[in-house]
């Protein structure tokens, strides 16, 4: 087969391979009860006040089960984590729509945080290994992510839609009940779904040294934790648009019929995103420096404007640009990690997000209360200004492809310290011998602060003295002397 077919097969094989995984992420999405929730809600008895303790403890679950689920992902199955995850969210969609009260209701709600927390960084780590598994680069990540992403957002936008008509025909607690099967669904789709084997690559160890490994990579990393904190913002920022955004069209007085269309097209930026992603070339400075400059400017106009169509239109635009630069990030902490992590580490952005979530939202609340939303804006400007600034930092700092990684070791000095995927793209010359003294120095020291990076270099070494080994036989065969 020539290059130029391989090529070409490539991205039939991965969509071959990743049609289950769409069409499980499409019908967990159809969640038909989520645009009637409040209204529900108010039926079976909330007020302000119970929402608000609902709120808490769905924030309680959700970062205390999202590194542990992560790390149950990378030991046993992140595929059957997942179907774990949707018996969590038919479970809770279920007694969600048995509930009478508002005790019932809140323990529904918790297990739904079971499902986020299980969910969370999952699917990503997946996506990541199957393109790793089928093209051997991390190149067309960003363009399968935001592919699946395009196909949950559109399910988020049917089930709004679908969910509102269904609960005016029939009740908003039929929605409940009518997400069930879909669920069902979508936990057949999951077992359909071939899953990547890297993260089980290497020869396991301990739990307790597994979890170790996991926290350390995220806490003494410096490029992981600069990557993380930048998912974790931007998952941040992005939570208080989605949150916070409609309260604008109140104080702007907006006429009900315009909420229908505003969180539509709010929800369909993460699709959208997910299709910009892989053509607006982001390992161009020129175009982060861009992206930069915009998240920050459009969350200003939200603080600025008592426009209602330029506020609509900004907090479309922020959203948008979040989705981006989310899943972009999403790729640099994947490509800093190894894969027997991957889906703990990932898992560990949602936890901090959540972490951060509260007490930033409640600042932006009481000021919102106090001083009005506008200048609440100022909290989302001053975060999305944090998210820019690091998002350039990692734009100057990521590492080089595999081929301009060789050719550095030619004519620039070795860094203080090498990232993962920096030593995956060097480990060949490793081997061969031809690394110069300060690379390989490097090289060694990453080894030696890196247990993951350690196990993958040793599993390499078996691999290829293996392989030597066979050759040595098969030279030494006589000619007539047949393989067996």
Not at 152 to 175: H, I
Not at 401 to 407: G, I, L, S, T
Not at 413 to 430: F, G
Request: glycine share 8%.
């Amino acid at each position: 087969m020539s290059g130029a077919e391989v090529i070409a097969a490539t991205p039939r094989t991965l969509a071959r391979r990743l049609l289950p995984l769409e069409i499980a992420v499409g019908l967990q999405g159809l969640i038909l009860w989520v645009a009637v929730e409040k209204l529900f809600m108010t039926q079976i008895g909330f007020d302000a006040a119970s929402i608000g303790v609902m709120a808490a403890a769905y924030a309680a679950v959700v970062p205390l089960l999202e590194v542990p689920s992560g790390i149950l992902a990378d030991r046993w199955s992140r595929n059957w984590v997942m179907v774990c995850a949707s018996l969590a969210l038919a479970a809770s969609s279920l007694l969600g729509g048995l509930s009478t009260s508002v005790t019932t209701y809140v323990l529904a709600a918790m297990i739904l945080g079971v499902y986020f927390a299980m969910n969370s960084g999952t699917v990503d780590s997946v996506v990541y290994d199957v393109v790793m598994e089928e093209t051997g680069s991390s190149d067309l990540y960003e363009t399968w992510i935001g592919r699946v992403r395009m196909v949950e957002s559109s399910a988020f936008v049917v089930s709004a839609l679908v969910g509102g008509v269904l609960a005016e025909w029939t009740s908003a607690r039929f929605t409940y009940f009518a997400s069930v099967p879909l669920i069902v669904l979508a936990v057949l789709a999951f077992l359909r779904f071939d899953e990547p084997r890297l993260h089980r690559s290497t020869e396991p160890v301990s739990l307790r040294s597994h979890v170790a490994l996991t926290f350390r990579t995220m806490t003494r990393q410096r490029d992981v934790v600069r990557v993380l904190l930048l998912a974790a913002l931007v998952a941040l920022v992005s939570q208080l648009v989605f949150e916070f955004g409609p309260v604008w069209l109140v104080v702007l007085a907006a006429p009900a019929v315009l909420y229908g269309p505003y969180w539509a097209g709010l929800v369909s930026t993460l699709g959208l995103g997910g299709y910009l992603v892989s053509r607006l070339r982001l390992e161009r400075r020129t175009t982060v420096v861009v992206l930069a400059l915009l998240g920050p400017l459009v969350a200003a106009t939200l603080a600025l404007s008592q426009s209602l169509a330029v506020v609509v239109v900004a907090q479309i635009v922020l959203a948008l640009v979040l989705a981006v630069v989310g899943i972009h990030a999403g790729r640099l902490l994947h490509d800093s990690v190894p894969s027997t992590i991957r889906a703990g580490v990932a898992s560990g952005v949602g936890t901090l997000s959540w972490v951060l979530f509260v007490p930033v939202s409640l600042a932006f609340g009481w000021l919102a209360r106090e001083q009005g939303v506008h200048r609440s804006g100022w909290i989302l400007t001053g975060t999305a200004m944090i998210v820019s600034l690091l998002l350039v930092v990692s734009a100057v700092r990521r590492a080089p492809v595999a081929a301009e990684a060789v050719a550095a070791t030619e004519r620039a000095p070795a860094p203080e310290d090498l990232a993962c995927r920096e030593l995956v793209d060097l480990v060949t010359d490793y081997f061969d011998g031809v690394l110069e003294p300060g690379w390989r120095a490097g090289f060694e020291k990453h080894q030696d602060d890196c247990d993951g990076c350690t196990e993958y270099v040793a599993q390499l070494r078996i691999t290829l003295q293996a392989l030597k080994g066979l050759d040595r036989a098969e030279a030494a065969r006589p000619a007539d002397d047949p393989p067996h």
